[in-house]
Protein backbone atom coordinates (compact mmCIF):
# COMPACT_ATOMS: atom_id res chain seq x y z
CA UNK A 1 0.00 0.00 0.00
CA UNK A 2 1.62 3.09 -0.94
CA UNK A 3 2.37 5.78 1.58
CA UNK A 4 1.84 9.91 0.59
CA UNK A 5 2.31 13.75 1.92
CA UNK A 6 0.62 16.35 0.57
CA UNK A 7 2.46 17.43 -2.01
CA UNK A 8 2.94 14.06 -3.39
CA UNK A 9 1.91 13.09 -6.95
CA UNK A 10 0.72 9.84 -7.39
CA UNK A 11 1.99 8.51 -10.74
CA UNK A 12 0.24 5.36 -11.19
CA UNK A 13 1.71 4.35 -14.64
CA UNK A 14 4.59 5.57 -16.23
CA UNK A 15 4.01 5.86 -20.19
CA UNK A 16 2.84 8.79 -21.13
CA UNK A 17 -0.43 8.89 -22.59
CA UNK A 18 -0.91 8.60 -26.34
CA UNK A 19 -4.89 9.38 -26.45
CA UNK A 20 -7.36 11.15 -24.60
CA UNK A 21 -10.10 9.13 -22.72
CA UNK A 22 -13.06 8.43 -20.49
CA UNK A 23 -12.73 8.39 -17.48
CA UNK A 24 -14.97 7.26 -14.66
CA UNK A 25 -14.93 7.26 -11.30
CA UNK A 26 -17.12 6.21 -8.26
CA UNK A 27 -17.79 7.70 -4.40
CA UNK A 28 -19.99 6.62 -1.45
CA UNK A 29 -21.56 10.96 -1.60
CA UNK A 30 -23.46 12.23 -4.44
CA UNK A 31 -22.59 15.91 -4.12
CA UNK A 32 -26.02 17.26 -2.50
CA UNK A 33 -25.67 20.11 -5.00
CA UNK A 34 -24.34 21.83 -8.00
CA UNK A 35 -24.77 24.96 -6.23
CA UNK A 36 -21.22 26.25 -4.37
CA UNK A 37 -22.52 28.65 -1.90
CA UNK A 38 -25.46 26.12 -0.64
CA UNK A 39 -23.35 23.55 0.67
CA UNK A 40 -20.10 24.06 2.71
CA UNK A 41 -19.13 19.95 2.76
CA UNK A 42 -16.32 18.68 0.98
CA UNK A 43 -18.30 16.32 -1.42
CA UNK A 44 -19.62 19.63 -2.80
CA UNK A 45 -16.64 22.21 -2.78
CA UNK A 46 -14.44 18.90 -3.99
CA UNK A 47 -16.24 18.13 -6.83
CA UNK A 48 -17.32 21.55 -7.75
CA UNK A 49 -13.73 22.55 -7.73
CA UNK A 50 -13.51 20.91 -10.83
CA UNK A 51 -15.95 23.52 -12.55
CA UNK A 52 -15.84 26.55 -10.71
CA UNK A 53 -12.85 28.48 -9.79
CA UNK A 54 -12.25 30.90 -7.28
CA UNK A 55 -10.06 34.18 -6.76
CA UNK A 56 -7.12 31.81 -5.31
CA UNK A 57 -6.70 27.69 -5.20
CA UNK A 58 -4.60 25.31 -3.83
CA UNK A 59 -2.48 23.29 -5.64
CA UNK A 60 -1.11 19.67 -5.36
CA UNK A 61 0.93 20.54 -2.29
CA UNK A 62 -2.11 22.28 -0.92
CA UNK A 63 -0.28 25.79 -1.37
CA UNK A 64 -2.53 28.62 -2.29
CA UNK A 65 -1.77 29.61 -5.99
CA UNK A 66 -3.57 32.13 -8.22
CA UNK A 67 -6.61 31.46 -9.93
CA UNK A 68 -8.84 34.13 -11.22
CA UNK A 69 -6.98 36.09 -9.77
CA UNK A 70 -3.32 36.71 -10.11
CA UNK A 71 -1.83 38.55 -7.41
CA UNK A 72 -3.34 40.21 -4.08
CA UNK A 73 -1.54 42.32 -1.70
CA UNK A 74 -2.45 43.97 1.43
CA UNK A 75 -4.02 47.36 1.19
CA UNK A 76 -2.81 49.88 4.08
CA UNK A 77 -2.33 48.75 7.51
CA UNK A 78 -4.18 45.78 7.45
CA UNK A 79 -7.12 47.51 5.96
CA UNK A 80 -8.27 44.40 3.64
CA UNK A 81 -6.49 42.79 0.52
CA UNK A 82 -6.54 43.79 -3.38
CA UNK A 83 -7.08 41.14 -5.58
CA UNK A 84 -5.84 41.83 -9.49
CA UNK A 85 -8.11 39.72 -11.40
CA UNK A 86 -7.62 37.67 -14.93
CA UNK A 87 -8.30 39.22 -17.79
CA UNK A 88 -9.05 37.04 -20.96
CA UNK A 89 -11.25 34.72 -18.98
CA UNK A 90 -14.86 33.81 -20.11
CA UNK A 91 -17.76 31.38 -18.04
CA UNK A 92 -18.61 28.09 -19.55
CA UNK A 93 -21.74 29.79 -21.24
CA UNK A 94 -19.33 32.67 -22.89
CA UNK A 95 -20.25 35.33 -20.61
CA UNK A 96 -16.83 37.41 -20.00
CA UNK A 97 -15.44 37.44 -16.20
CA UNK A 98 -15.37 40.72 -14.71
CA UNK A 99 -15.09 42.60 -11.05
CA UNK A 100 -18.68 42.90 -10.82
CA UNK A 101 -18.70 38.80 -10.82
CA UNK A 102 -16.40 39.23 -8.03
CA UNK A 103 -18.58 41.42 -5.78
CA UNK A 104 -22.06 39.45 -7.01
CA UNK A 105 -20.54 36.30 -5.83
CA UNK A 106 -19.64 37.84 -2.57
CA UNK A 107 -22.89 39.02 -2.04
CA UNK A 108 -24.80 35.79 -2.83
CA UNK A 109 -22.24 33.65 -0.74
CA UNK A 110 -21.84 35.85 2.40
CA UNK A 111 -25.84 35.90 2.05
CA UNK A 112 -28.11 34.43 5.06
CA UNK A 113 -29.05 31.65 2.90
CA UNK A 114 -25.92 30.31 1.88
CA UNK A 115 -23.72 27.52 4.03
CA UNK A 116 -20.69 29.45 3.12
CA UNK A 117 -21.96 32.40 5.23
CA UNK A 118 -19.25 32.39 7.77
CA UNK A 119 -16.13 32.67 5.47
CA UNK A 120 -16.84 36.12 5.38
CA UNK A 121 -17.25 37.02 8.69
CA UNK A 122 -14.10 38.99 8.86
CA UNK A 123 -15.32 41.17 5.61
CA UNK A 124 -16.75 44.54 6.17
CA UNK A 125 -17.23 45.87 2.06
CA UNK A 126 -16.20 44.60 -1.33
CA UNK A 127 -15.50 47.45 -3.99
CA UNK A 128 -14.96 47.22 -7.52
CA UNK A 129 -11.85 49.39 -8.73
CA UNK A 130 -12.35 48.55 -11.86
CA UNK A 131 -13.08 45.79 -13.99
CA UNK A 132 -10.35 43.68 -13.12
CA UNK A 133 -9.86 45.42 -9.60
CA UNK A 134 -11.13 44.48 -6.34
CA UNK A 135 -10.58 45.60 -2.93
CA UNK A 136 -11.89 42.99 0.03
CA UNK A 137 -12.08 45.37 3.07
CA UNK A 138 -11.89 43.42 6.40
CA UNK A 139 -12.99 44.86 9.90
CA UNK A 140 -9.69 44.22 11.06
CA UNK A 141 -6.09 42.37 9.73
CA UNK A 142 -6.78 39.47 8.84
CA UNK A 143 -3.26 37.79 7.32
CA UNK A 144 -4.90 34.15 6.80
CA UNK A 145 -7.59 35.96 4.39
CA UNK A 146 -6.45 34.94 1.31
CA UNK A 147 -5.82 31.01 2.63
CA UNK A 148 -9.57 31.33 3.86
CA UNK A 149 -11.37 31.73 0.09
CA UNK A 150 -9.41 28.93 -1.85
CA UNK A 151 -12.91 27.74 -1.75
CA UNK A 152 -15.16 30.59 -2.40
CA UNK A 153 -16.38 30.16 -6.36
CA UNK A 154 -17.36 32.77 -9.03
CA UNK A 155 -20.53 33.02 -10.21
CA UNK A 156 -21.15 34.65 -13.46
CA UNK A 157 -23.83 37.55 -12.23
CA UNK A 158 -25.45 37.80 -15.91
CA UNK A 159 -26.65 33.90 -15.58
CA UNK A 160 -27.50 34.44 -11.83
CA UNK A 161 -29.94 36.61 -12.68
CA UNK A 162 -31.40 35.35 -15.88
CA UNK A 163 -32.20 31.92 -14.06
CA UNK A 164 -33.80 33.26 -10.80
CA UNK A 165 -30.74 31.77 -8.75
CA UNK A 166 -29.42 35.14 -7.40
CA UNK A 167 -29.67 33.50 -3.65
CA UNK A 168 -28.69 30.31 -3.14
CA UNK A 169 -30.97 27.85 -1.29
CA UNK A 170 -29.44 24.71 1.33
CA UNK A 171 -32.21 22.16 0.95
CA UNK A 172 -34.72 23.04 -1.60
CA UNK A 173 -34.03 23.22 -5.14
CA UNK A 174 -33.21 25.71 -7.74
CA UNK A 175 -31.81 26.08 -11.20
CA UNK A 176 -28.59 26.37 -9.87
CA UNK A 177 -28.90 23.11 -8.00
CA UNK A 178 -28.80 21.40 -11.19
CA UNK A 179 -26.61 23.31 -13.29
CA UNK A 180 -23.95 25.29 -13.57
CA UNK A 181 -21.84 28.09 -15.28
CA UNK A 182 -18.51 27.87 -13.81
CA UNK A 183 -14.77 29.16 -15.36
CA UNK A 184 -13.40 25.66 -14.33
CA UNK A 185 -11.36 23.00 -16.28
CA UNK A 186 -14.58 21.09 -16.49
CA UNK A 187 -18.11 21.85 -17.39
CA UNK A 188 -21.15 20.20 -16.35
CA UNK A 189 -22.91 18.68 -19.42
CA UNK A 190 -25.40 16.15 -17.91
CA UNK A 191 -26.74 16.10 -13.80
CA UNK A 192 -28.61 13.06 -12.29
CA UNK A 193 -28.96 13.11 -8.66
CA UNK A 194 -28.16 10.09 -7.31
CA UNK A 195 -27.47 8.31 -10.15
CA UNK A 196 -24.73 9.99 -13.17
CA UNK A 197 -22.94 13.48 -13.47
CA UNK A 198 -20.91 13.92 -16.38
CA UNK A 199 -18.30 16.29 -16.96
CA UNK A 200 -16.46 17.77 -20.16
CA UNK A 201 -13.43 19.65 -20.92
CA UNK A 202 -13.70 23.30 -20.77
CA UNK A 203 -12.40 23.89 -24.71
CA UNK A 204 -11.49 27.89 -23.68
CA UNK A 205 -10.21 27.20 -20.44
CA UNK A 206 -7.79 29.67 -19.70
CA UNK A 207 -5.33 27.33 -17.99
CA UNK A 208 -2.76 24.47 -19.33
CA UNK A 209 -4.71 21.48 -19.01
CA UNK A 210 -2.76 18.25 -17.33
CA UNK A 211 -5.16 15.76 -18.25
CA UNK A 212 -6.22 13.61 -21.53
CA UNK A 213 -9.70 13.54 -20.40
CA UNK A 214 -12.24 13.61 -22.99
CA UNK A 215 -15.45 12.77 -20.64
CA UNK A 216 -15.82 12.31 -16.70
CA UNK A 217 -18.41 10.32 -15.51
CA UNK A 218 -19.19 10.13 -11.61
CA UNK A 219 -21.19 7.63 -10.54
CA UNK A 220 -22.56 7.41 -6.29
CA UNK A 221 -21.82 3.64 -5.50
CA UNK A 222 -23.25 3.22 -1.72
CA UNK A 223 -22.94 -0.11 -1.29
CA UNK A 224 -19.13 -0.79 -0.88
CA UNK A 225 -18.73 -4.09 -1.99
CA UNK A 226 -20.69 -3.04 -5.46
CA UNK A 227 -18.33 -0.68 -5.78
CA UNK A 228 -14.95 -2.50 -5.35
CA UNK A 229 -16.57 -5.01 -7.92
CA UNK A 230 -16.58 -2.61 -10.64
CA UNK A 231 -13.23 -1.18 -9.97
CA UNK A 232 -11.52 -4.88 -9.98
CA UNK A 233 -14.22 -5.49 -13.62
CA UNK A 234 -12.68 -2.25 -15.07
CA UNK A 235 -15.88 -0.83 -15.24
CA UNK A 236 -14.89 2.18 -13.25
CA UNK A 237 -11.55 3.47 -13.60
CA UNK A 238 -10.96 5.05 -9.76
CA UNK A 239 -12.98 4.23 -6.42
CA UNK A 240 -13.16 6.76 -3.44
CA UNK A 241 -13.00 5.30 -0.69
CA UNK A 242 -11.46 2.07 -0.53
CA UNK A 243 -13.21 0.06 2.06
CA UNK A 244 -10.66 -0.35 4.80
CA UNK A 245 -11.39 -4.19 4.63
CA UNK A 246 -10.95 -4.53 1.71
CA UNK A 247 -7.99 -2.34 1.21
CA UNK A 248 -5.26 -5.53 1.48
CA UNK A 249 -7.49 -7.69 -1.01
CA UNK A 250 -7.67 -4.70 -3.86
CA UNK A 251 -3.56 -4.37 -3.40
CA UNK A 252 -3.32 -7.49 -4.46
CA UNK A 253 -5.02 -7.62 -7.21
CA UNK A 254 -3.61 -6.94 -10.77
CA UNK A 255 -4.41 -4.32 -12.57
CA UNK A 256 -5.30 -2.01 -9.40
CA UNK A 257 -3.50 0.14 -7.10
CA UNK A 258 -3.85 1.50 -3.48
CA UNK A 259 -3.11 5.07 -2.70
CA UNK A 260 -3.67 5.93 1.06
CA UNK A 261 -2.87 8.74 3.02
CA UNK A 262 -4.06 10.63 5.75
CA UNK A 263 -6.90 13.27 5.59
CA UNK A 264 -6.69 16.38 6.89
CA UNK A 265 -10.83 15.25 8.81
CA UNK A 266 -10.88 14.94 12.49
CA UNK A 267 -14.23 12.57 13.01
CA UNK A 268 -16.09 14.10 16.50
CA UNK A 269 -19.40 13.49 18.46
CA UNK A 270 -21.59 16.74 18.85
CA UNK A 271 -23.76 17.30 21.80
CA UNK A 272 -27.02 19.58 21.90
CA UNK A 273 -25.74 22.02 24.56
CA UNK A 274 -28.68 24.37 24.06
CA UNK A 275 -31.62 21.54 24.11
CA UNK A 276 -33.48 21.91 27.13
CA UNK A 277 -34.24 18.06 26.61
CA UNK A 278 -33.95 14.78 25.31
CA UNK A 279 -35.87 14.34 21.71
CA UNK A 280 -35.42 10.28 21.13
CA UNK A 281 -35.70 7.07 22.64
CA UNK A 282 -37.66 6.17 26.06
CA UNK A 283 -36.17 9.07 27.88
CA UNK A 284 -37.82 11.61 24.78
CA UNK A 285 -38.95 14.93 27.04
CA UNK A 286 -36.22 14.19 29.96
CA UNK A 287 -34.20 16.97 30.91
CA UNK A 288 -31.23 16.97 28.88
CA UNK A 289 -28.05 14.66 30.56
CA UNK A 290 -25.46 16.82 28.14
CA UNK A 291 -26.50 19.95 29.63
CA UNK A 292 -23.84 19.04 31.91
CA UNK A 293 -19.96 18.80 31.55
CA UNK A 294 -19.50 15.42 33.71
CA UNK A 295 -21.66 13.40 31.52
CA UNK A 296 -20.40 14.78 28.35
CA UNK A 297 -16.68 13.86 30.35
CA UNK A 298 -18.11 10.74 31.14
CA UNK A 299 -18.87 9.96 27.44
CA UNK A 300 -15.41 10.69 26.40
CA UNK A 301 -13.96 8.36 28.63
CA UNK A 302 -16.67 5.28 27.57
CA UNK A 303 -15.07 5.57 24.08
CA UNK A 304 -12.38 3.38 23.19
CA UNK A 305 -11.22 4.81 20.41
CA UNK A 306 -7.96 2.87 20.16
CA UNK A 307 -10.53 -0.33 19.81
CA UNK A 308 -12.46 1.44 17.12
CA UNK A 309 -8.97 2.14 15.09
CA UNK A 310 -7.47 -1.16 15.58
CA UNK A 311 -11.10 -3.52 14.45
CA UNK A 312 -13.37 -0.51 12.58
CA UNK A 313 -10.28 1.64 10.66
CA UNK A 314 -8.05 -1.72 10.31
CA UNK A 315 -4.85 0.57 12.13
CA UNK A 316 -5.39 2.99 9.23
CA UNK A 317 -6.15 5.91 11.27
CA UNK A 318 -4.54 8.21 13.99
CA UNK A 319 -6.55 9.20 17.30
CA UNK A 320 -7.61 12.84 17.78
CA UNK A 321 -7.73 15.03 20.79
CA UNK A 322 -8.73 18.15 19.38
CA UNK A 323 -10.77 19.53 16.31
CA UNK A 324 -8.00 19.81 14.30
CA UNK A 325 -5.05 16.91 13.73
CA UNK A 326 -1.04 17.47 14.42
CA UNK A 327 -0.91 18.46 10.87
CA UNK A 328 -2.93 21.64 10.79
CA UNK A 329 -1.54 25.22 11.80
CA UNK A 330 -2.40 26.26 15.32
CA UNK A 331 -2.41 22.69 16.52
CA UNK A 332 -1.76 22.82 20.25
CA UNK A 333 0.82 20.28 21.06
CA UNK A 334 0.51 20.31 24.91
CA UNK A 335 -2.94 19.04 24.78
CA UNK A 336 -2.41 16.22 22.23
CA UNK A 337 -3.85 13.55 25.23
CA UNK A 338 -7.12 12.34 24.85
CA UNK A 339 -9.10 11.38 27.27
CA UNK A 340 -8.30 7.80 28.51
CA UNK A 341 -10.71 4.85 27.95
CA UNK A 342 -12.08 4.43 31.45
CA UNK A 343 -15.36 2.85 32.02
CA UNK A 344 -15.00 3.05 36.03
CA UNK A 345 -14.34 6.23 36.24
CA UNK A 346 -17.05 7.27 33.41
CA UNK A 347 -19.51 5.90 35.65
CA UNK A 348 -18.10 7.52 38.31
CA UNK A 349 -18.63 10.83 36.63
CA UNK A 350 -22.45 10.08 35.50
CA UNK A 351 -23.83 8.79 38.85
CA UNK A 352 -21.80 12.31 40.40
CA UNK A 353 -23.84 14.18 37.68
CA UNK A 354 -27.21 12.59 38.99
CA UNK A 355 -26.99 9.56 36.34
CA UNK A 356 -26.02 6.66 38.27
CA UNK A 357 -28.92 4.51 36.74
CA UNK A 358 -27.77 6.17 32.85
CA UNK A 359 -30.87 7.00 30.60
CA UNK A 360 -31.79 6.76 26.68
CA UNK A 361 -31.13 9.10 24.10
CA UNK A 362 -30.92 9.48 20.27
CA UNK A 363 -28.00 9.47 18.70
CA UNK A 364 -27.56 10.54 14.28
CA UNK A 365 -24.93 9.45 11.92
CA UNK A 366 -24.78 9.44 8.20
CA UNK A 367 -23.91 6.11 6.77
CA UNK A 368 -22.32 6.99 3.29
CA UNK A 369 -20.15 10.11 4.07
CA UNK A 370 -17.56 9.13 6.36
CA UNK A 371 -15.17 6.01 5.99
CA UNK A 372 -17.40 3.23 7.94
CA UNK A 373 -19.61 6.24 10.05
CA UNK A 374 -22.35 3.18 10.64
CA UNK A 375 -19.60 1.06 11.48
CA UNK A 376 -18.46 3.47 13.93
CA UNK A 377 -21.80 4.75 15.33
CA UNK A 378 -22.95 0.94 16.21
CA UNK A 379 -19.44 0.79 18.16
CA UNK A 380 -20.16 4.23 20.21
CA UNK A 381 -23.67 2.53 21.11
CA UNK A 382 -22.07 -0.62 22.37
CA UNK A 383 -19.21 1.25 24.35
CA UNK A 384 -21.90 3.68 25.85
CA UNK A 385 -24.38 0.91 26.68
CA UNK A 386 -21.19 -0.35 28.97
CA UNK A 387 -21.83 2.61 31.18
CA UNK A 388 -25.39 2.26 31.64
CA UNK A 389 -26.42 4.99 28.53
CA UNK A 390 -28.87 3.52 26.04
CA UNK A 391 -28.54 4.87 22.71
CA UNK A 392 -30.69 4.54 19.88
CA UNK A 393 -29.23 4.82 16.27
CA UNK A 394 -30.38 6.44 13.31
CA UNK A 395 -28.28 6.23 10.57
CA UNK A 396 -29.15 7.78 7.23
CA UNK A 397 -27.73 8.83 3.87
CA UNK A 398 -26.21 12.57 4.09
CA UNK A 399 -28.84 13.97 1.19
CA UNK A 400 -30.97 14.51 4.06
CA UNK A 401 -28.65 14.57 7.56
CA UNK A 402 -27.56 17.89 7.38
CA UNK A 403 -31.06 18.93 7.38
CA UNK A 404 -32.29 17.00 10.78
CA UNK A 405 -28.84 18.26 12.59
CA UNK A 406 -30.12 22.05 11.10
CA UNK A 407 -33.54 21.25 12.56
CA UNK A 408 -31.58 20.44 15.76
CA UNK A 409 -33.18 16.58 15.13
CA UNK A 410 -30.34 14.94 17.43
CA UNK A 411 -29.33 13.97 20.91
CA UNK A 412 -25.69 13.38 19.83
CA UNK A 413 -24.44 13.28 16.37
CA UNK A 414 -21.32 12.43 14.49
CA UNK A 415 -19.02 14.63 12.38
CA UNK A 416 -16.57 15.42 10.63
CA UNK A 417 -14.54 18.20 10.23
CA UNK A 418 -11.46 19.41 7.46
CA UNK A 419 -10.76 22.50 8.02
CA UNK A 420 -10.48 25.14 4.26
CA UNK A 421 -7.49 27.06 5.51
CA UNK A 422 -5.42 24.15 7.19
CA UNK A 423 -5.87 26.34 10.35
CA UNK A 424 -7.05 25.68 13.68
CA UNK A 425 -8.76 28.85 13.48
CA UNK A 426 -11.39 27.75 10.57
CA UNK A 427 -12.96 25.08 13.02
CA UNK A 428 -13.23 27.68 15.88
CA UNK A 429 -15.57 30.00 13.61
CA UNK A 430 -17.10 27.31 12.90
CA UNK A 431 -17.92 24.98 15.55
CA UNK A 432 -16.93 26.68 18.55
CA UNK A 433 -17.98 30.28 18.30
CA UNK A 434 -21.72 30.70 19.16
CA UNK A 435 -24.44 30.73 16.54
CA UNK A 436 -24.62 33.89 15.28
CA UNK A 437 -26.00 34.84 11.53
CA UNK A 438 -25.44 38.26 11.80
CA UNK A 439 -21.63 37.73 12.24
CA UNK A 440 -21.75 34.88 10.02
CA UNK A 441 -20.41 32.97 12.83
CA UNK A 442 -21.08 29.13 13.88
CA UNK A 443 -22.96 27.75 11.17
CA UNK A 444 -21.82 24.28 11.74
CA UNK A 445 -22.31 24.76 15.84
CA UNK A 446 -25.36 22.57 15.83
CA UNK A 447 -25.50 21.45 19.36
CA UNK A 448 -25.42 25.61 20.27
CA UNK A 449 -22.12 25.55 22.43
CA UNK A 450 -21.01 29.01 23.76
CA UNK A 451 -18.38 30.02 25.59
CA UNK A 452 -17.41 33.58 25.90
CA UNK A 453 -14.14 33.66 26.22
CA UNK A 454 -13.92 31.65 22.88
CA UNK A 455 -16.23 34.37 21.16
CA UNK A 456 -13.72 36.97 22.60
CA UNK A 457 -10.66 35.29 20.94
CA UNK A 458 -11.83 34.25 17.75
CA UNK A 459 -11.23 38.18 16.14
CA UNK A 460 -7.96 38.43 17.65
CA UNK A 461 -6.64 35.17 16.38
CA UNK A 462 -8.00 36.14 12.94
CA UNK A 463 -6.12 39.82 13.24
CA UNK A 464 -2.71 38.58 14.97
CA UNK A 465 -0.02 38.68 12.95
CA UNK A 466 2.78 37.60 15.81
CA UNK A 467 2.54 33.71 15.51
CA UNK A 468 3.77 33.42 19.04
CA UNK A 469 0.88 35.72 20.35
CA UNK A 470 -1.38 34.16 18.24
CA UNK A 471 -0.34 30.19 18.86
CA UNK A 472 -0.83 31.20 22.69
CA UNK A 473 -4.47 32.04 21.94
CA UNK A 474 -5.41 29.46 19.80
CA UNK A 475 -3.67 27.06 22.94
CA UNK A 476 -6.57 28.89 25.53
CA UNK A 477 -9.19 28.10 22.77
CA UNK A 478 -7.64 24.30 22.45
CA UNK A 479 -7.86 24.18 26.43
CA UNK A 480 -11.46 25.34 26.85
CA UNK A 481 -12.79 23.22 24.03
CA UNK A 482 -11.04 20.21 26.26
CA UNK A 483 -12.09 21.45 29.79
CA UNK A 484 -15.47 21.91 28.59
CA UNK A 485 -15.65 18.61 26.38
CA UNK A 486 -17.87 20.93 23.54
CA UNK A 487 -16.94 17.55 21.16
CA UNK A 488 -15.42 14.49 21.54
CA UNK A 489 -12.96 14.14 18.75
CA UNK A 490 -12.21 10.63 17.31
CA UNK A 491 -10.20 10.28 15.11
CA UNK A 492 -7.99 11.61 11.93
CA UNK A 493 -10.08 9.74 8.85
CA UNK A 494 -7.83 7.93 6.78
CA UNK A 495 -7.42 8.39 3.12
CA UNK A 496 -7.60 5.65 1.05
CA UNK A 497 -8.36 5.39 -2.97
CA UNK A 498 -7.94 2.82 -5.41
CA UNK A 499 -7.34 3.06 -9.13
CA UNK A 500 -6.68 1.08 -12.32
CA UNK A 501 -3.16 0.83 -12.72
CA UNK A 502 -3.09 3.35 -16.07
CA UNK A 503 -4.46 6.10 -14.32
CA UNK A 504 -2.12 8.94 -13.02
CA UNK A 505 -3.75 10.64 -10.49
CA UNK A 506 -3.10 13.10 -6.79
CA UNK A 507 -4.39 12.46 -3.35
CA UNK A 508 -4.89 15.65 -1.63
CA UNK A 509 -5.03 15.45 2.32
CA UNK A 510 -8.52 17.92 1.92
CA UNK A 511 -10.24 14.29 -0.24
CA UNK A 512 -11.30 16.91 -3.25
CA UNK A 513 -10.57 14.95 -6.23
CA UNK A 514 -9.08 17.36 -8.93
CA UNK A 515 -9.82 15.88 -12.80
CA UNK A 516 -7.29 18.48 -14.02
CA UNK A 517 -4.36 16.14 -13.04
CA UNK A 518 -5.41 12.95 -14.02
CA UNK A 519 -4.44 11.20 -16.68
CA UNK A 520 -5.48 7.74 -18.24
CA UNK A 521 -2.26 5.47 -20.12
Known sequence: MKSLSAASLIALCTAAPVQAETFKWAGTTDPQTMDPHAVNSAPVLGFLNNVYEGLVRRGKDMAVEPALATSWEPIGDGEGWRFTLREGVTFHGGQAFTAEDVLFSYQRASSETADTASWFAPVSQVKVVDDFTVDIMTTAPNPIFPDSIANWMI?????????????????????????????????????????????????????????????????????????????????????????????????????????????????????PHAADSLKYAADAGAPNPFQDVRVRKAV?????????????????????????????????????????????GAKALLAEAGYA?????????????????????????SMLAQIGISAELEAMPVRGYWAELREDNFD??????????????????????????????GSWNFGDFSNARVDELLPMIQSEIDDTKRQAMLDEVAQILQDEQAYVPLYVQP???????????????????????????
Open 155 to 271: MDSGWAAENDVVAPTKEGENFATLNANGTGAFQLVERQPGLKTVLEPNATWWGEAEHNITRAEFTPIQNSATAVAALLAGDVDMINPVPIQDAARLQGADGVDVIQGIEARVIMLGF
Open 300 to 344: AHAINVPAILQTIMRGNAEPASQLVSPAMRGYTSALADRPAFDVE
Open 357 to 381: DGFSFGLKCPNDRYLNDEAVCQAVV
Open 412 to 441: MYLLGWSPGTFDAEHPVRFLAHTPDTEKKL
Open 495 to 521: LVWGARDNISLTQRPDNFFILRWVTVG
